[in-house]
Every structure is written in structure tokens, then in C-alpha cells.
């Protein structure tokens, strides 16, 4: 399974991004998936999660401003990301845990991982 993340790049405060993560393999449809993000000498976060039952949830400080969405016909999770803040700057991954484990907020229950991709927001 190899997990490819795409769409960042270099946007000034208060514009917007889509990221996309596409799936080699079938590993969208059914499991649960996930973008995290992680800045320098930080630890990883969850940014927003999508059950294996499309459950959503988003942490604190993205809620209102980003959405998460699955294309299982495309292998593909989407992170749309509006009124992008200089402090959302980062390196944002997606990620897929296997569906008939429990949905989980650690990052470090997550098993595949794609390869990440910059997102720069100057104020």
C-alpha cells in the first residue's frame, strides 16, 4: 500500500488549499483515514479524521476552516483547507488505519503513512 499526497504549496493568509492523498491499493474504501500535520521539532497531530463508517471528526483548531471527504471509486481522501492561518504552516500527511481496528486520535496507531507534502501560509 502506498499512500501519495499532493497539493500543497504556498499561499498567503486567508486563501485555500485542497490537498488529495491517492491510494495504491484499496485501502480507502473501509478503513479509516486521516491527515496529520507536523512542524518543526514537533510532534505529529491529527488535523482531521474520516471513520471507515464516514464518521468525521477535526481538531480544535481547523474546525470551521478545513473538511475532510473520501472518493472510494478514485482511492482518494481530499483535505480541503480555507482561511489558511500563518500557523497552519506544516508539513501535512495523510495516513490509513485498518477499518476493524477502533477509530483512534494517536497518530502512532495509524500504520500507513504517505510521504507528506508542504503547505506555507505567509501572513
Known amino acids: 500500500v502506498q499512500l501519495q499526497a499532493s497539493g500543497g504549496g504556498l499561499v498567503e493568509a486567508g486563501e485555500s488549499l485542497k490537498l488529495s492523498c491517492t491510494a495504491s491499493?484499496?485501502?480507502?474504501?473501509?478503513?479509516?483515514m486521516a491527515w496529520h500535520r507536523q512542524l518543526p521539532g514537533q510532534e505529529r497531530q491529527l488535523v482531521a479524521r474520516?471513520?471507515?463508517?464516514?464518521?468525521?471528526d477535526y481538531a480544535d483548531f481547523v474546525k470551521g476552516r478545513f473538511t475532510i471527504s473520501r472518493d472510494n471509486g478514485k482511492n482518494t481522501v481530499y483535505l480541503r483547507t480555507n482561511s489558511l492561518k500563518p500557523e497552519d504552516t506544516a508539513v501535512y500527511y495523510c495516513?490509513?488505519?485498518?477499518?476493524?481496528?477502533?477509530?483512534?486520535?494517536?497518530?502512532?496507531?495509524?500504520?500507513?503513512w504517505g510521504q507528506g507534502t508542504q503547505v506555507t501560509v505567509s501572513s
Open positions: 474520516i471513520t471507515s463508517f464516514g464518521a468525521t
Open positions: 491499493g484499496n485501502i480507502v474504501r473501509g478503513n479509516h
Open positions: 495516513a490509513a488505519r485498518r477499518g476493524y481496528y477502533r477509530p483512534t486520535y494517536d497518530y502512532r496507531d495509524y500504520v500507513y
